[in-house]
């Protein structure tokens, strides 16, 4: 699925600051949140609005729990993908999701970035199309499949580490990534946030993306993180 291809997403939890987490990872991917912290009004909206995601968690106020909502939903016949979110992670509990109808199953606490990965597989199955092979910004080109790089017709050779943090700038042309989403998909939570690790490997990634005078291309938001553009000006 394009990384640039907005939609729209229902998160259903009643803890407000892990909603409000979820929500704003996703905004700042660039989709549409509405956040349903109580079970009644979140199955009314499930069932009568058209989503390409519901983020639901098992375990809901008010009488109405996530797999009641999903049967519901499923009942009604709408093929919408859900991901079922929940702290019990036992093995029966997780079935249980899936007979009710998930599409997928994570267990709390999670990363946003294994979160935002599950879900966008989600949607791209309920979008069928061609894979992405090949990403592009400008005139530098990464190939997913054999991981070469090249920049106007050069090659880039890169560490395993810069071609990850790369190719998932890349996945978000024009985007700010905050430190914290970086901190997450690429270093899987292995660093201190406070750590200069980021900027360290920006610095070496741009070294050899820009050799020989060529324009920069990633850009530094200031007390934020970083965007990949053609310009620093481009939206």
Known sequence: MDATV????????????????????FRELGHVVVICRDGMEA??????????????????????????ILSTLRGLGKKTPVLVLSAL?????????????????LTKPFAFSELAARAEALVRRSRPGPPIRTLQVADLTLDLATRHVERGGRPVALQPREFRLLAYLMSH??????????????????????TNVIDVQVSRLRAKLDAG?????IHTVRGIGYRIAASDTEA
């Open 213 to 217: 005078g060529a324009a920069p291309l």
């Open 173 to 194: 042309p024009g985007q700010v990534l905050t430190r914290i989403m970086l901190l997450e998909a690429v270093w899987d939570y292995q660093f201190d946030p406070q």
């Open 6 to 25: 907005m939609w729209r997403c229902l998160v259903v939890e009643d803890d407000a600051d892990n909603a409000r987490y979820i929500a704003n990872g």
């Open 43 to 68: 199955l009314g909206r499930a069932t009568s609005e058209k989503w390409d995601l519901i983020i639901l968690d098992r375990m809901l106020p008010n009488d109405v729990d996530g797999l009641f």
């Open 89 to 105: 992670s036992a093995l029966d509990e997780r079935v249980r999701g899936l007979k009710a109808g998930g599409d997928d199953y």
